[in-house]
Every structure is written in structure tokens, then in C-alpha cells.
């Protein structure tokens, strides 16, 4: 049975970086396609960044040129670092993944975590 993990979440002061982690159990990285998520309350759950197997990578316009996502196989982890973070960042963050990738919708998604709280300061 596959687990994800997320961990790294904390609050922060806008303009601050956090990185992201989220361990996977059950299955190795390297043969998931996997991404983040996030979600604030009353909103619904949305795209923030995603790697395929094969290392490329999607962004949700908000994320890019900020945030980027990485793998590291040996370890089995996948993270999310996070730059020049802004008041509206503030969310739950969610792991994801996925071993038949269809599309960047949350419904498409296979697994998930249970989420890390990222709230950032102004």
C-alpha cells in the first residue's frame, strides 16, 4: 500500500523560503508520477507543481520562476522548494501521485498525503 508523508510546514514571514518533503512507502518515486496540491479553506484543491517520470515538470502560473519541485530516488522523496513566499501561499499543502498520469486534475490523482500547514506572514 502506498504513503505519502509531507512534512516541512511551518509559518513564515513573506519573502522567506521553506522547502517541502514528502516520503513515499509502498512504492519507489522513480515509477510515480507525482505533484503538489494545495487547498485553503472554502477553496477548492488546487494544481501547484507536478514531475513526471521522466523529470519534467508542470507549474501552476502562481508557482512558477518561485517554487520547484524535485525528486531524489535513493531517498524516496520528492520536495517542494518554495521562494519569495507571499501572504497568499498560505495553505495546506498536499503530496499526490499518480501511476497513470491523465491530467493535473485532483480527481485524477491516485495517492495523497494528509498535508502540511504553510502559512506565510506579512
Known amino acids: 500500500q502506498v504513503q505519502l508523508v509531507e512534512s516541512g510546514g511551518e509559518l513564515v514571514q513573506a519573502g522567506d523560503s521553506l522547502r517541502l518533503s514528502c516520503a513515499a512507502s509502498g512504492r519507489t518515486v522513480s515509477s510515480f508520477y507525482m505533484g503538489w496540491f494545495r487547498q485553503v479553506p472554502g477553496k477548492e484543491r488546487e494544481f501547484v507543481a507536478f514531475?513526471?517520470?521522466?523529470?519534467?515538470?508542470a507549474y501552476a502560473d502562481s508557482a512558477k520562476g518561485r517554487f520547484t519541485i524535485s525528486r531524489d530516488n535513493a531517498k524516496n522523496t520528492v520536495y517542494l522548494q518554495m521562494n519569495s513566499l507571499k501572504p497568499e501561499d498560505t495553505a495546506v499543502y498536499y503530496c499526490t501521485g499518480t501511476t497513470r498520469f491523465k491530467t493535473l486534475r485532483p480527481s485524477d490523482m491516485d495517492y495523497w498525503g494528509k498535508g502540511t500547514l504553510v502559512t506565510v506572514s506579512s
Open positions: 514531475t513526471w517520470s521522466s523529470g519534467s515538470a
